[in-house]
Each structure stands twice: as C-alpha cells, then as structure tokens.
C-alpha cells in the first residue's frame, strides 16, 4: 500500500523562501518511495511524501516543525492512501 504524507505550512509574510530552504534541508530518517516540495501564495509550502507502508497509521518519518517565529500558524499535516494512479 502506499501512504502519501503532506505536510503544509505558511510562512510570516516576506519569508516563504526561507520556509522553502529550510523545508528542503530537512533529511527525513528514511527515503520516501518520492518526495515533492511545492509552494503557493502568500508564502505557503507543501512537502507530499510517498511511502510504502501497511497504513495510514503506519509509523514513517514526517518534517519536523520549523523554527519558532518562521510560521504564521502550526503545520497541517494530513495522510492519504492511494486508490489508484492515471497516468
């Protein structure tokens, strides 16, 4: 089965790109099956993960919480089990 993580977070005003850079130092304690970093106005990053994994509650690394005082509000995380992929 393959367990997707997203993680979201919004950065103070003016500081998504420190968010970003920070976002892709980070160095999980295993690979993910894939790794994607997006970003969106105002200052938003979203890292999704890809896991081969039993389940949701399956235990596989997440980021972190960034730095205090670079958030606007905590991180949203959330995870998805895929059902099927279009190509």
Do not use: C, I, K, N
């Amino acid at each position: 089965m393959t367990v997707t993580l997203m993680w979201e977070a919004r950065a103070e005003s003016g500081r998504g790109a420190e968010l970003l850079e920070w976002a892709r130092a980070q160095r999980l304690r295993a690979e993910p099956l894939r790794r994607e970093t997006f970003t969106a106005e105002p200052d938003r990053v979203l890292v999704m993960t890809w896991w081969d994994a039993p389940g949701t509650d399956a235990d596989v690394p997440e980021l972190p919480e960034p730095p205090a005082g670079l958030l606007t509000r905590p991180v949203h995380r959330w995870r998805f089990v895929s059902r099927d992929v279009t190509p």
